[in-house]
């Protein structure tokens, strides 16, 4: 990372003590599409809106959840590329860990790999922030986790959370819902009921995505008719 | 730029420093070491259903055996397994290095893995290390394309046969296999072939011997049979047991616990981070 000639950082600090570079990358994560996540009792369920630019595009082609370890799945709000060299690293971190203690990585450990790789992002020459916010869902010896990644490498545990556009109303939502008791199932069903808040025009299994992660410890993308099963559940 | 100039190793992998200098050393009259001869019986055959390993479990130390029960078919992928004759250390390395970047690449598009994106990722690596990587491999899985056996040795050569056996024992093994092997074999036929071709390795080769592991590979299934077969069984254990002369006299028996036993206490304050 920075090579030629930028050596120098291009985030630099303003007068009131802020990195404006990674105000404007949450800002970018801000403006896309909506995913949230919640911890079950039993397991931990991402979702997220896949809204394609246009009804032309196969939307079989577009996955936005992606399996990171058997046992650890991400999705992402804001910038699709940036995400894509995300979980790449992610994906080889886990492998080298792997290699390396011959055990699979805990969900706290790739998570503090891929945000130190984020706030590298945010401190070398000549490359910018990344413009997504993760949220990571994992099941290993401590149980189900959650954790959300930002673009200045920050990171945090959280029993559900929710970004990008309408992230202020689905946390609402999400307060008032959330139980510690909740079950996996029951956690899905709320997950569909919070995106179907914000969502603009019909939600059905094609245009959100949802992937689980229950006590087997393997994570899995739903099909678009399993998730259609849980929709018409929810209603 | 001068840091351009730093040497290899930096960046860690194999330095070739040490060979130049063996080589001027030999040039200058020092007899090399005489290489060890691999130990091992390891073979492969196609049958009609997918692909069947074999391997012997000695592993030699020179003229002593090292590891009377060791693994010599590794998991390279949930359909592709791999025999391995040579160095220890570089069979294992080698395969679980390729095992780990096939698991990657299976991230990666999806897809299960084939066997010749395994036979090309060994091969390429054995290659660049010039032959001083000393595995010789038998390489067989089912993929989409069918089941596959292949062999790969140290200089990153490759063959694709119906059958292949690696290692000290390998004639032996070969005899066996030339005389019996025909195609479409069923599994039974198979494994009884491959686990007779591997007692053959056994029994006359020095460097092969123990138990015969063998690995049923089909389509959407494999069975790892460790120890199928042990046909040296440790028959001789003294019945007698073993008595001391009357002049030995035992002083004193006393046990001391190392360490108190130490309560749980449910519910304490967590250790600090």
């Not at chain 1, 894509?84 to 860990?97: D, T």
């Not at chain 1, 790789?117 to 099941?139: C, D, K, W």
């Not at chain 1, 139980?179 to 997950?191: G, K, N, Q, R, S």
């Not at chain 1, 393997?218 to 849980?230: G, Q, R």
Request: proline share 4%; aromatic share 8%; net charge negative.
């Amino acid at each position: 990372m920075g090579d030629s000639q930028y050596s120098f950082s291009l985030t630099t600090f303003s007068p009131s003590g802020k990195l404006v570079q990674i105000e404007h990358a949450l800002t970018a994560v801000g403006s896309g599409q909506t995913s949230l996540g919640i911890k079950a009792a039993n397991g931990v369920v991402i979702a997220t809106e896949k809204k394609l630019p246009s009804i032309l595009v196969d939307e079989i082609s577009v996955q936005k959840t992606q399996i990171l370890t058997p046992n650890i799945g991400v999705v992402y709000s804001g910038m699709g590329p940036d995400s894509r060299v995300l979980v790449r690293k992610s994906r080889k971190q886990a492998e080298q860990y792997y290699r390396l203690y011959k055990e699979p990585i805990p969900v706290t450990q790739l998570v503090r790999e891929t945000a130190t790789v984020m706030q590298e992002f945010t401190q070398s020459g000549g490359v910018r922030p990344f413009g997504v916010s993760l949220l990571v869902a994992g099941y290993d010896d401590k149980g189900p986790q959650l954790y959300q990644v930002d673009p200045s490498g920050s990171y945090f545990s959280w029993k559900a959370s929710a970004m990008g556009k309408n992230v202020s109303n689905a946390k609402t939502f999400l307060e008032k819902r959330y139980t510690e008791e909740m079950e996996l199932d029951d956690a899905v069903h709320t997950a569909i009921l919070t995106l179907k808040e914000g969502f603009e025009g019909q939600i059905s299994g094609k245009n959100i995505e949802i992937g689980v992660i229950g006590s087997d410890r393997i994570f899995k993308v739903l099909s678009p008719s399993e998730v259609e099963d849980y929709l018409q559940e929810a209603e | 730029m001068s840091r351009f100039e730093e040497s290899a190793p930096a960046r860690g992998g194999f330095s070739f420093d040490l060979c130049k200098r063996n080589e001027m050393l030999v040039q200058k009259g020092l007899k090399p070491s005489s290489y060890l001869k691999t130990g091992t019986t390891i073979v492969g055959l196609v049958f009609q259903d997918g692909v069947i390993l074999g391997a012997d479990t000695r592993a030699t130390e020179g003229p002593i055996v090292a590891d009377k029960n060791c693994e010599k078919i590794h998991y390279m992928a949930p359909n592709i397994y791999c025999c391995g004759a040579g160095t220890a250390a570089d069979t294992e390395a080698v395969t679980d290095m390729v095992s780990s970047q096939l698991k990657l690449h299976r991230f990666h598009t999806g897809r299960e893995s084939r066997v010749v994106t395994a036979l090309t990722l060994l091969k390429s690596h054995l290659f660049s290390y010039q032959g001083h990587v000393s595995a010789a491999l038998v390489l067989g899985g089912v993929d989409v394309t069918g089941p596959h056996l292949h062999t790969i040795y140290p200089h990153g050569s490759t063959d694709t046969l119906p059958f292949a056996t690696m290692g000290s024992g390998s004639l032996a093994a070969m005899a066996i296999f030339e005389s019996k092997y025909r195609e479409g074999l069923t599994r039974d036929e198979g494994v009884k072939l491959v686990a007779e071709a591997i007692c053959s390795g056994i029994f006359n080769d020095l460097g092969s011997g123990s138990n015969v592991d063998v690995c049923v590979i089909t389509k959407g299934k494999r069975e790892y049979l460790r120890n199928y077969m042990l046909p040296n069984p440790r028959t001789y254990v003294s019945e007698k047991g073993y008595s001391f002369s009357k002049k030995t006299e035992v002083l004193l028996t006393k046990i001391t616990p190392l360490r108190e036993l130490v309560e749980v206490i449910e519910g304490g304050d967590a250790m600090e981070e």
